[in-house]
């Protein structure tokens, strides 16, 4: 059975910084595409950033310079730096293992 558990959100300043980090059990990590994904209140999830297999990064336009994906795949473990954060990065971040498993997400808040 597959579990993935996001943790290391919180409450920061605009400007600072978290890293998130996404653990996988119970399946082969190394194989599969993972993403961060967020959803604020009142709004539909959205695309933070992806990582494949091989290490390729795709991120959204509003997180592009700031936010950095990665991968070790020795701890089957995903992570997402976050730098310079803005209020509007505020949400519930899930991480995505295979387009198919998703985590209970983690809430990060910015404030102004």
């Known amino acids: 059975q597959v579990h993935v558990v996001e943790s290391g959100g919180g409450l920061v300043q605009a400007g600072g910084s978290l890293r998130l980090s996404c653990a996988v059990s119970?399946?082969?990590?190394?194989?599969?595409?993972m993403g961060w994904y967020r959803q604020a209140p009142g709004k539909q999830r959205e695309l933070v950033a992806t990582?494949?297999?091989?290490?390729?990064?795709n991120y959204a336009d509003s997180v592009q310079g700031r936010f950095t994906i990665s991968r070790d795949n020795a701890r089957n473990t995903m992570y997402l730096q976050m730098n310079s954060l803005k209020p509007e990065d505020t949400a519930v971040y899930y991480c995505?293992?295979?387009?198919?498993?998703w985590g209970q997400g983690t809430q990060v808040t910015v404030s102004s």
């Open positions: 995505n293992y295979y387009g198919i498993y």
């Open positions: 119970g399946t082969i990590f190394s194989t599969a595409t």
């Open positions: 990582i494949t297999s091989g290490g390729n990064t």
